[in-house]
């Protein structure tokens, strides 16, 4: 058997397969795929070019080509909680993450990964994988010396510490790109490597060079490659030929940018054409009406920029798997945290991500002010409500709320040993939960039931291996809470509330994905019992008791 046939078992959802054991624990390793899982930071759903976006990302465009694209795949709205998501195959809440890098008193919210979780890296060492992760890890409060706080220098949930063998990034969530604190090789801190530094380089490099070593010394024992790109999070810090690609090609505005993105996703049929455009946000001036437009364009432009270089990277990737010849029989897949961000920087942010100076020692002028153009390492700039708007197109809201803009995210799957498929759409529901479950699968490894004198609690997801080839896959539901807002999706209906005194919302979302026409008055049947179903989980789930006020969902 070569590492080819296993689309046969994809073909039949690989369960045959994997219920006679063909993949056991301890089975030959070169018989199973490699693993890459590639994460954009802070990126809309419809910015990349497959997705309907006008930058420039040819290398995951190539991927979605001759792989899937899926149109209604489901992050957590927020950066730690859905990577704690991701790496865990639980709600964030049950891994200890339902919110940021703070303790706040509860079991769903401690700031930490706790010990009722395993990683997805744990899991398929376990198995036989090699297991290396290049950029940002961002699911510990422990962040190390940097903080200045004794109590936060613990390494027990640094990335070696969680079944990575390699690692190579940053522990916090945020930084310059040129000098990025709480840098880290292996478990211990390191300063970046040259004077042309760039995070978004240094993560493809590193991730690169982790695969080449490995595959050049143990050709036959498959690996799973994580790699977390801080790109295009905040601040907006971009390389001046990535920039220059992209002058001028905002310079009509937001309410342009919706307009073409919305005509290319119609097109490409990644939305449907009964789905109405919304609003633009109420917080956001029409382009004809706002001042300082050279700067606005300016900030879409980095961020278009960041996008560029980190495709540039994957393309480097890429290209490393072909000339080592193991793209043919390696899993890869490209998604999102949460959707576009919306947060303005203010001139008196501060915290561990802002650095005072520049490596060289010039003065970094925090803030989104109009008199400073965004981009080099003495600036610190977000792109703001209007652009998060624009990479959200068509969707309401953006990172942070659980309507569609805050938790919609691109995937791509790409895997020419495995999936016959050639660049075709998959539309059924999917959701983090989800990615764990599909690497157990099609590795075979074995998901533990307990670690170290310590049980473990089941994955909440499904294996996408049926999607793959496909066919539905069976699912009750899929739930989100953050900061209060919280929705639930049962079939083609959500239940969505904003803040934990919001009133609950129903949404039809094959006829209304873009949540124009809320029909909870119509269905009160239906919304008592989804209410009631999210209750439930929210009980079992380590949601509730929550930190946002007092009570429960009214």
Same mark, same amino acid.
């Given at each position: 058997?070569?590492?080819?046939?296993?689309?046969?078992?994809?073909?039949?959802?690989?369960?045959?397969?994997?219920?006679?054991?063909?993949?056991?624990?301890?089975?030959?390793?070169?018989?199973?795929?490699?693993?890459?899982?590639?994460?954009?930071?802070?990126?809309?759903?419809?910015?990349?070019?497959?997705?309907?976006?006008?930058?420039?990302?040819?290398?995951?465009?190539?991927?979605?080509?001759?792989?899937?694209?899926?149109?209604?795949?489901?992050?957590?709205?927020?950066?730690?909680?859905?990577?704690?998501?991701?790496?865990?195959?639980?709600?964030?809440?049950?891994?200890?993450?339902?919110?940021?890098?703070?303790?706040?008193?509860?079991?769903?919210?401690?700031?930490?990964?706790?010990?009722?979780?395993?990683?997805?890296?744990?899991?398929?060492?376990?198995?036989?994988?090699?297991?290396?992760?290049?950029?940002?890890?961002?699911?510990?409060?422990?962040?190390?010396?940097?903080?200045?706080?004794?109590?936060?220098?613990?390494?027990?949930?640094?990335?070696?510490?969680?079944?990575?063998?390699?690692?190579?990034?940053?522990?916090?969530?945020?930084?310059?790109?040129?000098?990025?604190?709480?840098?880290?090789?292996?478990?211990?801190?390191?300063?970046?490597?040259?004077?042309?530094?760039?995070?978004?380089?240094?993560?493809?490099?590193?991730?690169?060079?982790?695969?080449?070593?490995?595959?050049?010394?143990?050709?036959?024992?498959?690996?799973?490659?994580?790699?977390?790109?801080?790109?295009?999070?905040?601040?907006?810090?971009?390389?001046?030929?990535?920039?220059?690609?992209?002058?001028?090609?905002?310079?009509?505005?937001?309410?342009?940018?919706?307009?073409?993105?919305?005509?290319?996703?119609?097109?490409?049929?990644?939305?449907?054409?009964?789905?109405?455009?919304?609003?633009?946000?109420?917080?956001?001036?029409?382009?004809?009406?706002?001042?300082?437009?050279?700067?606005?364009?300016?900030?879409?432009?980095?961020?278009?920029?960041?996008?560029?270089?980190?495709?540039?990277?994957?393309?480097?990737?890429?290209?490393?798997?072909?000339?080592?010849?193991?793209?043919?029989?390696?899993?890869?897949?490209?998604?999102?945290?949460?959707?576009?961000?919306?947060?303005?920087?203010?001139?008196?942010?501060?915290?561990?991500?802002?650095?005072?100076?520049?490596?060289?020692?010039?003065?970094?002028?925090?803030?989104?002010?109009?008199?400073?153009?965004?981009?080099?390492?003495?600036?610190?700039?977000?792109?703001?409500?209007?652009?998060?708007?624009?990479?959200?197109?068509?969707?309401?809201?953006? *990172?942070?709320?659980?309507?569609?803009?805050?938790?919609?995210?691109?995937?791509?799957?790409?895997?020419?040993?495995?999936?016959?498929?050639?660049?075709?759409?998959?539309?059924?529901?999917?959701?983090?939960?989800?990615?764990?479950?599909?690497?157990?699968?099609?590795?075979?490894?074995?998901?533990?039931?307990?670690?170290?004198?310590?049980?473990?609690?089941?994955?909440?997801?499904?294996?996408?291996?049926?999607?793959?080839?496909?066919?539905?896959?069976?699912?009750?539901?899929?739930?989100?809470?953050?900061?209060?807002?919280?929705?639930?999706?049962?079939? *083609?209906?959500?239940?969505?509330?904003?803040?934990?005194?919001?009133?609950?919302?129903?949404?039809?979302?094959?006829?209304?994905?873009?949540?124009?026409?809320?029909?909870?008055?119509?269905?009160?049947?239906?919304?008592?019992?989804?209410?009631?179903?999210?209750?439930?989980?929210?009980?079992?789930?380590?949601?509730?008791?929550?930190?946002?006020?007092?009570?429960?969902?009214?």
């Amino acid at each position: 058997m070569t590492r080819r046939t296993v689309n046969l078992f994809v073909a039949g959802y690989l369960l045959a397969a994997l219920s006679a054991g063909a993949y056991g624990a301890g089975g030959k390793a070169a018989d199973r795929p490699n693993i890459i899982l590639i994460m954009a930071d802070d990126m809309g759903y419809s910015d990349i070019g497959c997705y309907g976006g006008e930058v420039r990302t040819p290398h995951i465009d190539r991927l979605a080509a001759g792989g899937l694209r899926f149109t209604q795949f489901y992050n957590t709205a927020r950066c730690c909680p859905t990577r704690a998501c991701l790496m865990t195959g639980l709600y964030p809440h049950q891994a200890g993450v339902g919110h940021m890098m703070n303790d706040r008193g509860l079991e769903g919210y401690r700031g930490d990964l706790n010990d009722r979780c395993v990683t997805i890296a744990a899991v398929l060492k376990g198995a036989g994988y090699a297991t290396f992760m290049s950029g940002k890890w961002h699911v510990t409060r422990q962040v190390g010396h940097w903080s200045g706080d004794a109590k936060l220098t613990s390494k027990h949930n640094w990335p070696v510490q969680r079944g990575f063998e390699r690692f190579y990034g940053t522990i916090h969530g945020a930084a310059s790109y040129f000098d990025p604190i709480t840098l880290t090789l292996g478990n211990e801190p390191i300063k970046p490597e040259a004077e042309g530094y760039y995070y978004t380089d240094a993560i493809s490099e590193h991730a690169s060079a982790f695969i080449r070593e490995h595959v050049k010394a143990k050709p036959s024992e498959p690996f799973f490659c994580y790699v977390a790109f801080t790109s295009p999070h905040w601040p907006l810090h971009a390389l001046p030929e990535d920039v220059a690609r992209y002058k001028g090609r905002y310079d009509r505005g937001w309410d342009a940018l919706r307009a073409e993105r919305l005509e290319r996703m119609r097109k490409m049929g990644i939305v449907d054409t009964r789905w109405k455009l919304t609003d633009r946000d109420r917080g956001v001036k029409a382009w004809e009406d706002v001042e300082h437009k050279a700067w606005h364009s300016r900030r879409m432009e980095v961020y278009a920029a960041q996008i560029d270089r980190m495709d540039q990277g994957i393309g480097r990737i890429v290209e490393t798997l072909e000339a080592l010849g193991q793209l043919d029989d390696t899993l890869i897949f490209f998604l999102a945290d949460n959707g576009g961000c919306a947060e303005e920087i203010g001139g008196k942010w501060g915290g561990l991500h802002i650095p005072e100076k520049t490596r060289d020692g010039r003065d970094v002028r925090r803030g989104n002010d109009p008199n400073v153009m965004p981009g080099s390492a003495t600036t610190y700039q977000s792109y703001g409500l209007p652009w998060a708007n624009a990479s959200n197109t068509p969707f309401r809201r953006y *990172k942070h709320w659980v309507h569609e803009g805050g938790i919609s995210t691109p995937l791509v799957v790409h895997w020419p040993g495995g999936i016959r498929a050639r660049g075709e759409l998959r539309r059924q529901p999917g959701h983090l939960i989800d990615i764990m479950a599909t690497c157990v699968d099609v590795a075979g490894a074995t998901y533990p039931t307990e670690l170290k004198g310590q049980a473990i609690r089941p994955m909440e997801g499904k294996s996408l291996a049926p999607a793959l080839a496909g066919k539905p896959i069976d699912r009750e539901a899929i739930y989100w809470e953050h900061e209060g807002n919280r929705a639930i999706r049962v079939g *083609k209906w959500k239940l969505v509330a904003q803040g934990p005194r919001g009133k609950w919302e129903l949404y039809d979302m094959e006829a209304d994905r873009t949540e124009t026409n809320d029909l909870a008055a119509d269905h009160p049947e239906r919304v008592k019992a989804m209410s009631s179903k999210w209750e439930g989980w929210a009980e079992r789930a380590n949601v509730l008791p929550w930190p946002w006020g007092k009570g429960r969902t009214p």
